[in-house]
């Protein structure tokens, strides 16, 4: 197994290297000094400002510093525009907020969406195989983009239950609709894949001989079937992890909950280069461990595969 | 007696038993299927929206309508006699106009992207998965690579410092869509490659490029057209996506993402049509996809049945 994990860290940390190498190298590419401003500065100021962020030196000797910085000591750089504050401050910032909803947002796709897979295929034919079926079929085309604005259309401007964005310290009223938004794509795929791999499992034949030994049902599903069931679930995961991950932006634009999707987009607009990259390399650092993390829970699980 | 002579004229006019082909039975089983037939007829009302939607209206997308200004809400709905027949947006301009032309960008996001990984997929697939060995493996490695990193950060960032385009949203989503498309290839390329066929054509000599051009990519036509018939509603909400955020198609353009987010800023000012035309549009198109994409699975795909 250590064998396995360090085979896959050998992979994962030159992927995350290479990812900041390339978001270094775009920003060179980018046009235009970040420091320029419509009316123009003295080139003397520019110099000086230059100077002060190192961007003077050479290009190699930059790109050290900053693959140093950023892996040594988990410092992205000061921001571009605003001066008082660094990448690192606005992660800071953000990322407990992010976490906080995309914690539960998983936990809610995998949850409800695993839980209505099994039902779905354990009552196979039954009106709740069909309400599953339904839903994942409905849930295709409901991206996050427009469930965030349908829930607030019903539950805030119609309904007046729920407050409309907002995140007052991750109160559980301003938790619900983000968390919905952004698991409801998600939850319904999880439910269609665990109930396809789960009707397939409850007709092999260690089933029936669980069945025929005169376990009852609950115990031969508990037991004997969701284990194997659950592989290509786990398999979505790292996929699903993405997905929401990248959804987060929109939820925090949206929601104004002031995660970092909310700089991030921010930036992209005012062409805030440093902040940019640094939410990119950390997001795409979180999504290779998390795929290293889910690698290693499928080989854990799954008995066919040797390491 | 009549129907007797009938029938018998017509045994004389029955040619020797023709075979069908693959493609016919198909075809037969994909008209079978009603939500297939009625997703394929919804959307060609779609795609003759977005081509001639224009010439039905005097307005155009970039039109301010001034007489509308400062009082949207009230007199800005839908109606036949200003001829603004989805009212119009949150500055003016005739929303049914902007609907056409959002319909044609995000159609046209979708097919493109499709396309792509139809030709990039499909050659990069059928040569891993054919020639095998250390060139899958290092071609399936980059794939992996490209998948594990959230890919809508990166794109974002080259959208930022590339200005932003539609020719660059093209590369972005043409630079992802092919990833998918690439393993399912690759996939169906080792089942095939070990087939008789195969192996009669490597015993009479034929080159290995011309091996994969004529006889593996061929046989692989059915799935990619399944998954390119998937792809490309995903690719329409990807494109979306990045509108909605105000990072896609640039103004006076639109596309369904930017007609959506501009209803859902507008939600709040009793105006419903904002949201209401390019939402119903958006989920009616995307629905016939998933459909048609279903119903061609079930035609083309056996294993499924």
């Excluded at chain 1, 080139?43 to 190192?54: H, Q, R, S, T, W």
């Excluded at chain 1, 539950?155 to 109160?171: A, E, K, S």
């Excluded at chain 2, 009793?270 to 279903?294: E, H, N």
Aim: no cysteine; net charge neutral; charged share 15%.
């Amino acid at each position: 197994m250590t064998a396995f994990i360090l085979k896959r860290l050998a992979i994962a940390v030159p992927t995350i290297l290479l990812l900041i190498v390339f978001s270094f190298l775009l920003m060179e590419a980018a046009p235009g000094s970040p420091f320029a401003t419509e009316r123009g500065v003295p080139p003397a100021v520019l110099a000086n400002l230059e100077a002060k962020y190192g961007l003077d030196k050479p290009l190699l000797q930059r790109m050290g510093i900053y693959v140093w910085d950023v892996v040594a000591h988990f410092d992205f750089g000061p921001s571009f525009k605003f001066k008082d504050r660094t990448v690192n401050d606005l992660i800071a910032q953000g990322f407990p907020v992010t976490l906080t909803y995309g914690f539960w947002s998983f936990l809610v796709a995998v949850a409800v969406g695993g839980s209505l897979g099994v039902m779905a295929a354990v009552f196979h034919n039954s009106w709740l195989d069909y309400l599953a079926v339904g839903i994942s079929i409905g849930a295709q085309v409901l991206p996050n983009f427009v469930m965030a604005p349908i829930l607030v259309l019903i539950f805030t401007l119609w309904l007046g239950w729920l407050p409309g964005g907002g995140w007052r310290g991750g109160q559980i009223e301003y938790l619900i609709l983000p968390v919905i938004a952004l698991s409801t794509s998600y939850m319904a795929s999880i439910a269609r894949i665990t109930r396809s791999s789960m009707l397939e499992v409850l007709n092999a034949g260690f089933i029936r001989t669980a069945r025929a030994k005169g376990l009852p049902m609950h115990r031969v599903i508990l037991r004997h079937a969701l284990k194997p069931a659950m592989l290509p679930v786990i398999s979505y995961l790292g996929p699903a992890f993405v997905g929401m991950i990248t959804g987060s932006v929109l939820i925090d634009v949206f929601f104004s909950t002031g995660g970092i999707g909310q700089f991030f987009v921010n930036s992209a607009l005012a062409r805030d280069y440093s902040v940019i990259m640094g939410i990119t390399i950390l997001i795409g650092a979180l999504t290779v461990l998390f795929n290293l993390l889910v690698d290693v829970i499928y080989a854990w699980i799954d008995p066919k595969i040797r390491y | 007696m009549i129907a007797g002579r009938a029938t018998v004229e017509a045994a004389a006019r029955i040619e020797p038993v023709k075979g069908r082909s693959l493609w016919e039975d198909a075809r037969v089983r994909f008209f079978h299927n009603k939500a297939a037939v009625i997703s394929m007829v919804i959307l060609v009302l779609v795609a003759l929206f977005a081509s001639l939607g224009q010439f039905a209206t005097p307005w155009s997308n970039e039109e301010i309508d001034w007489s509308m200004l400062g009082s949207i809400p009230e007199v800005g709905g839908p109606s036949w006699e200003n001829r603004h027949y989805f009212g119009v947006d949150e500055s003016g301009r005739d929303l049914y106009a902007r609907v056409v032309q959002g319909t044609r960008i995000s159609l046209m996001v979708g097919i493109v992207g499709a396309l792509i990984s139809v030709v990039v997929g499909t050659a990069w697939g059928a040569v891993a998965g054919y020639v095998g060995g250390r060139t899958d493996t290092v071609m399936m490695r980059i794939v992996d690579l490209m998948m594990s990193i959230p890919y809508m950060f990166v794109l974002i960032l080259l959208l930022v410092v590339f200005e932003r385009s539609i020719v660059m949203l093209f590369i972005g989503i043409g630079m992802i869509s092919w990833l998918d498309m690439a393993r399912i290839v690759r996939g169906q390329t080792l089942s095939i490659k070990n087939k008789e066929f195969v192996e009669a054509a490597i015993a009479t000599g034929v080159s290995t490029p011309r091996i994969i051009a004529r006889h593996i990519v061929p046989n692989l036509l059915g799935v990619v057209i399944v998954y390119a018939t998937l792809l490309v509603p995903q690719m329409i909400i990807f494109e979306s996506f990045i509108s909605f955020l105000g990072l896609g198609v640039q103004e006076p353009s639109t596309s369904w993402g930017a007609l959506i987010n501009m209803g859902a800023a507008n939600m709040r000012n009793d105006t419903p049509w904002m949201l209401g035309f390019p939402l119903a549009f958006f989920v009616v198109s995307l629905f016939a996809f998933f459909f048609i994409g279903d119903g061609l699975r079930d035609a083309l795909d056996p294993k499924d049945r």
